[in-house]
């Protein structure tokens, strides 16, 4: 392939009056019914080239991207684990695919079946009474949470004075914001060193201003927060609710759940857990779980099932609102049944032992060559502190982008914030040993090319499409549309 032609966009490869069809003069006396006041005076500008080029231009394209299809990607705190393809297919399935979100629900009966069934075990894995499928990501699970949170008080006296949320630091950055969207404010809490809530610092910030506590377990540096029945004791005695933000349920499938624990209100992301690939942008569900008393005030509509069999959509009373158009991201849920299915519970009960195998296998053959911070056993996840030896000047950003030329994605760098060099490695369940080895490998061909060619690791990556994008410009200033593209040109 040649590079240089082909990683042009299509607007350079145009030349007026280049033409990708060829069809024979059409001439049936139509005129335009576009009125006059409605026409532009010029045509837009559109690239124009012959069909050849395009075909080749994004044919070649879409190879430049990488994802979990193409090869390993050990993205910290976000699983990106791979997503069997027969979910995918249940989709496209006719009586599902071709659904309109407007049709009487006595007419889709199979579908509020499918829905419903996915809520019963939805709160059989998490150990809720009830959960509701219509938030669309993570943090608007969060915030739908924190809505019934806010409910739950404002029904009991002296609900208008707690307006406090306790997050812990090393909280994914969506906690803090989703409980200031829901009109909450934040009150952080001290991790130890260990990367476990400090329980003194959260017992002092513990009163009756507060309305919940913010939970992550394993949490977001893959540790274990063992504490957890003492700190939901403190939280309930102080008259708050505890919140477990499930967004990545892999480590506990199978293990344990969060009802179990003490946690009041959870969400899942069926986007990372549950068969629909992460990243991107979409679609995703953020599916909220609620314990025995909170039912009633989880968002509408709902999905509920008659005595006699039938399936009904319906409103509440006392709900906190609606907080999605319909009932949510439906192809999610049906991706979502359907690998819980095709799993069983066995094979569900797997997942999070083998995340956590897979991750801690890497974590010991690599630690003698990366600073390891916070030792012991981790969870599905865990965080190096770049490189043992500082002396190179190697970063973790040159790892990260020396791994792109061996055909590894890079892992998740400089977060979590606890430490300087952050390198945050995910397996998951989904990679084979040989796999495993293999990017074992190569991060210890890093570190020895660290020590030997520091210079040219620093210029690293030298095989990919792309090799050094200005990453403050494309922060800064990013070009995602044509008219951003000609404003920047003229
Ligand atoms: C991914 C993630 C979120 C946010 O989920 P979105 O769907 O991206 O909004 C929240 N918390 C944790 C721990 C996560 O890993």
Redesign the pocket.
Known sequence: MNRQLYSKLIFDLSHEGRRGYSLPEFDYGITSSIPDNLRRESAPKLPEADELTVVRHYTNSSTNNFGVDTGFYPLG??TMKYNPKADERAVTLCGIGHLHPAAPASTVQGALEIYHVLQKYLSEIGGMAEFTLNPF????G?YTGLMVIRAWHLSHDGGETRRKVLVPDSA?G??PASAAMAGFEIEEVKSMPDGTVDVDDLRSKLDSSVAAMMM?NPN?VGMFEKNIPEIARMVHEAGALMYY?G??LNPMLGVCRPGDMGFDVMHI?L??TFATPHGGGGP?A?PVGVRAGLEKFLPVPRVVRDNDGTYRITGLPDSCGRVSSWLGNYSVFVKALCYILSMGAEGLAKVGPLATLNANYIMHSLCDLYELPIKGPCKHEFVFDGLKDKSTGVTTMNVAKRLLDFGFHAPTIYFPLLFHESMMIEPTETESPETIDAFIDVMRTIAREASETPEMLIEAPHNTPMRHPDENEAALHPVVTLRDLCSKQI
Request: net charge negative; hydrophobic share 15%; with cysteine.
């Open positions: 705190s976000c990501a993570g943090a608007h969060e994914h969506t906690n992550t977001t933000d967004a990545n992301n986007h990372k995703g953020g």
